[in-house]
């Protein structure tokens, strides 16, 4: 059975889930990964989704305040066998309507063009490719989109 749970970034299953995706960024970025990692801290984040699978944490994401009508997605993951099943979506889904019910107009993200799966999963889910912002300007390896809810 699949259930969603809203936390924060003190949950341990979310800081468990963020440290096999940090483990698997770092094979994939390589020498970028240091990079990346200053941006992906844990600290304070108020609005961290998990997605359990027969009570096993199996995905995880978060959105944190970008400016005044915009949420930026984070620390999206999702166990390897857990992949090609929805849960992402689900996730990325549950990430939308918490935006959504706190008001603001859109969500944002970055992800890296080594990670094709999630560049698709932000695809697949209307998300528009845009130019890359804040610290991701000028930063060839890095992808960012955006949606905007009506």
Avoid at 20 to 26: M, R, T, V
Avoid at 47 to 64: E, F, L, M, R, T
Avoid at 86 to 97: N, V
Avoid at 98 to 111: A, D, F
Wanted: proline content about 1%; some cysteine.
């Amino acid at each position: 059975m699949i259930n969603i749970k809203r936390t924060n970034s003190e949950n341990k299953d979310f800081i468990a889930l963020v440290k096999l995706l940090d483990q698997e960024l770092a094979k994939r970025d390589g020498e970028d990964h240091a990079f990346y990692a200053q941006f992906n801290t844990l600290d304070k984040i108020k609005h961290v989704v998990i997605i359990y699978d027969n009570n096993v944490a199996v995905s995880c994401g978060a959105i944190k305040p970008y400016d005044d009508n915009t949420m930026e997605v984070k620390r999206m993951f999702t166990l390897l066998e857990s992949r090609g099943k929805g849960i992402a979506t689900k996730t990325l889904q549950e990430l939308e309507q918490w935006t959504k019910e706190l008001g603001y107009q859109k969500c944002i993200l970055e992800t890296g063009i080594k990670q094709p799966e999630a560049i698709r999963l932000y695809q697949k889910n209307n998300y528009e490719l845009i130019s890359n912002y804040g610290q991701y300007q000028g930063v060839e390896e890095s992808k960012c989109f955006e949606k905007k809810f009506n």
